[in-house]
């Protein structure tokens, strides 16, 4: 994926659409590999990297930092894990805790 991004105060938020995000999330998933995140950062979000230098190092690390505010975090997870069995589900680890 080429990476489309904006800077917002330092930190390298994705301009792509929420289906190529959502293609990007599925083939790391699909191709099992390891180590790959996102994160979904609103104003708030960087406001507190500000004064977390381990939550900023997080948020800069991330491979895919998307633009929050409306709710894209559930929206993303209908459109990319919940289907039985998909690799990558973690609801039913969290859900039985």
């Known amino acids: 994926m080429e990476r489309h991004v904006e800077y917002i105060f330092g ?7 929420r289906n190529a ?4 999330i ?4 699909d191709s099992n590999q390891r180590g790959k995140y996102f ?12 004064s ?4 900023k190092k997080a948020l800069k690390s991330a491979d895919l930092i998307i633009p929050d505010g409306k ?3 559930p ?12 690799k990558g589900d973690m609801l039913p680890i969290l859900s039985a805790s």
């Open 21 to 24: 995000c959502v293609k990007q």
């Open 26 to 29: 599925l083939s790391w998933i």
């Open 39 to 50: 994160v979904c950062t609103n104003p708030h979000s960087i406001a507190e990297a500000e």
């Open 52 to 55: 977390d230098p381990i939550f």
């Open 71 to 73: 709710g894209d975090l």
């Open 75 to 86: 929206n993303l997870y209908v459109q990319t894990c919940v289907k039985p069995g998909r």
């Open 11 to 17: 930190y390298p938020v994705t301009t792509i659409e």
